[in-house]
Nanobody, 120 residues
Framework: QVQLVESGGGLVQAGGSLRLSCVAS????????MRWYRQAPGKQRDLVAF???????NYADSVKGRFTISRDNAKNTVYLQMNNLKPEDTAVYYC??????????????WGQGTQVTVSS
C-alpha cells in the first residue's frame, strides 16, 4: 500500500509565503515524476508544477517566478515553495506521483490535499 500525505497549507496574507510538503510512504520501489495540482471551488483541478526524478521542472504560467518545486529522492518527498501569494492562489493543493511499487506495478497516486487560503 502507498500513501501520499501533504502538509504545510494554511491561511496567509497576499504577498506572503508557504511551503507545502508531500511525503510518499509504503510499498514503493522508485518514484518517477512528482506533481502538484490545485483545485479552487467550482473549478477543475489544474497542474501547478512537476518535477522528474532527475529534477527537471515545469510550471504553469500563472505561478512561474513565484513557486518553486523541489524533491528529496532519499526522503520520497516533494516540496512546493510558494512566494508572493495572491488571492487567486487559494485552492486545495494535491500531490500526485508516478511510481513503481514493490509488486512491480506502475501507476500514479494522489494525496488527500491541503488547503491554501490567501487573503487580500
Amino acid at each position: 500500500q502507498v500513501q501520499l500525505v501533504e502538509s504545510g497549507g494554511g491561511l496567509v496574507q497576499a504577498g506572503g509565503s508557504l511551503r507545502l510538503s508531500c511525503v510518499a510512504s509504503g510499498s514503493i520501489s522508485s518514484i518517477e515524476t512528482m506533481r502538484w495540482y490545485r483545485q479552487a471551488p467550482g473549478k477543475q483541478r489544474d497542474l501547478v508544477a512537476f518535477i522528474t526524478r532527475i529534477h527537471s521542472t515545469n510550471y504553469a504560467d500563472s505561478v512561474k517566478g513565484r513557486f518553486t518545486i523541489s524533491r528529496d529522492n532519499a526522503k520520497n518527498t516533494v516540496y512546493l515553495q510558494m512566494n508572493n501569494l495572491k488571492p487567486e492562489d487559494t485552492a486545495v493543493y494535491y500531490c500526485n506521483a508516478d511510481l513503481w511499487t514493490t509488486m512491480n506495478i506502475y501507476r500514479d497516486y494522489w494525496g488527500q490535499g491541503t488547503q491554501v487560503t490567501v487573503s487580500s
